[in-house]
């Protein structure tokens, strides 16, 4: 366990904070297409740096399984992340995805050893009592679609919860596999797109800017130094951390003009966030 390498899983909570501003400038960019080419562009990262590194041999004596695994939970979550920000208002649509932290600490104290502890439910609802204060707020002002888009949010915070908390039992596979899963996920993008999406491509520079930034940083390099942190640095930090998610990534779509401050949405975030922050005391102390 590195301090670096604590620093460097913590990057990627940062990156995911632009995660949704980003990704509503990548509009009218159908989600099956922009996982193709942002999964292409984080792939193609892992192959520069395994060239420059460790060589490709690397991957050799992985097991399919684990391929398989982490291609799903990458194409699972984005294709409902990307779809839900579609159909949803977008701060709204972020703070339900950013459950995610919570998830994990609930899923984590059902595995051996561990233990669900009080505060880790009244973490859970004091979260999911901010997740539906957004939900009651919207009422008939959402546009068409608003609440499925809510419910595709929901299940992409599920779906990258398990996929972190399963990640666990794969700690001795090395952090270039994330190239194969992305690689692989962009590929099985590509195959649904052509059969399910009309291609669609960005009206406007920052649209071309947004993709791409997407591709370097929150839907590529970020894999790659969350995979680095979980493996080699402390994992309950970075679990603590990774709880500012929402309350940044709210901030930065306020900032940015793509959310407006009301009183509601930052009682919600501070909710979300609080009762993760919650469930983590609970698990660093023993509470």
């Given at each position: 366990?590195?301090?670096?390498a604590?620093?460097?899983?913590?990057s990627?909570v940062?990156?995911?904070?632009?995660?949704?501003?980003l990704?509503?400038?990548?509009?009218?960019?159908?989600?099956?297409?922009?996982?193709t080419?942002?999964?292409?562009?984080?792939?193609?990262?892992?192959?520069?740096?395994?060239a420059?590194?460790?060589?490709?041999?690397?991957?050799r004596?992985?097991?399919?399984?684990?391929?398989?695994?982490?291609?799903?939970g990458?194409?699972?979550?984005?294709?409902?992340?990307?779809?839900?920000?579609?159909?949803a208002?977008?701060a709204?649509?972020?703070?339900?995805?950013?459950?995610w932290?919570?998830?994990?600490?609930?899923?984590?104290?059902?595995?051996?050893?561990?233990?669900?502890?009080?505060?880790?439910?009244?973490?859970?609802?004091?979260?999911l009592?901010?997740?539906?204060l957004?939900?009651?707020a919207?009422?008939?002002?959402?546009?068409?679609?608003?609440?499925?888009?809510?419910?595709?949010?929901?299940?992409?915070?599920?779906?990258?919860?398990?996929?972190?908390?399963?990640?666990?039992?794969?700690?001795?596979v090395?952090?270039?596999?994330v190239?194969?899963?992305?690689?692989?996920?962009?590929?099985?993008?590509?195959?649904?797109?052509?059969?399910?999406?009309?291609?669609?491509?960005?009206?406007?520079?920052?649209?071309?800017?947004?993709i791409?930034?997407l591709?370097?940083?929150?839907?590529?390099?970020?894999?790659?130094?969350?995979?680095?942190?979980?493996?080699r640095?402390?994992?309950?930090?970075?679990?603590?951390?990774?709880?500012?998610?929402?309350l940044?990534?709210t901030?930065?779509?306020?900032?940015?003009?793509?959310a407006?401050?009301?009183?509601?949405l930052?009682?919600?975030?501070?909710?979300?966030?609080g009762?993760?922050?919650?469930?983590?005391?609970?698990?660093?102390?023993?509470?």
């Amino acid at each position: 366990m590195t301090r670096r390498a604590t620093l460097i899983g913590f990057s990627a909570v940062l990156m995911w904070a632009l995660l949704a501003a980003l990704t509503i400038g990548t509009a009218p960019v159908p989600p099956l297409q922009l996982n193709t080419i942002c999964f292409a562009i984080g792939g193609s990262i892992g192959l520069i740096w395994m060239a420059r590194g460790a060589g490709f041999g690397v991957l050799r004596d992985i097991g399919w399984k684990v391929y398989a695994a982490g291609t799903i939970g990458l194409f699972g979550y984005h294709f409902l992340y990307f779809t839900a920000f579609r159909w949803a208002p977008y701060a709204e649509t972020g703070l339900i995805a950013y459950l995610w932290p919570l998830f994990i600490v609930l899923l984590s104290g059902l595995l051996p050893g561990e233990r669900l502890r009080p505060m880790h439910v009244v973490g859970a609802l004091l979260a999911l009592g901010g997740a539906a204060l957004i939900l009651l707020a919207g009422g008939a002002g959402w546009r068409p679609g608003a609440l499925p888009g809510m419910a595709l949010a929901f299940v992409c915070a599920v779906t990258w919860a398990v996929y972190s908390v399963a990640s666990r039992r794969f700690g001795a596979v090395p952090t270039e596999a994330v190239t194969v899963y992305c690689l692989a996920t962009a590929a099985l993008s590509l195959g649904a797109h052509l059969s399910l999406e009309t291609t669609a491509w960005p009206d406007s520079t920052s649209g071309w800017v947004s993709i791409v930034l997407l591709g370097l940083g929150p839907v590529g390099l970020a894999f790659f130094t969350w995979d680095i942190g979980m493996k080699r640095g402390d994992i309950q930090l970075l679990g603590v951390a990774s709880y500012a998610a929402p309350l940044l990534s709210t901030l930065a779509l306020i900032v940015l003009g793509r959310a407006e401050a009301t009183p509601l949405l930052l009682i919600s975030a501070l909710m979300i966030a609080g009762g993760a922050a919650l469930a983590a005391r609970a698990s660093l102390k023993g509470g």
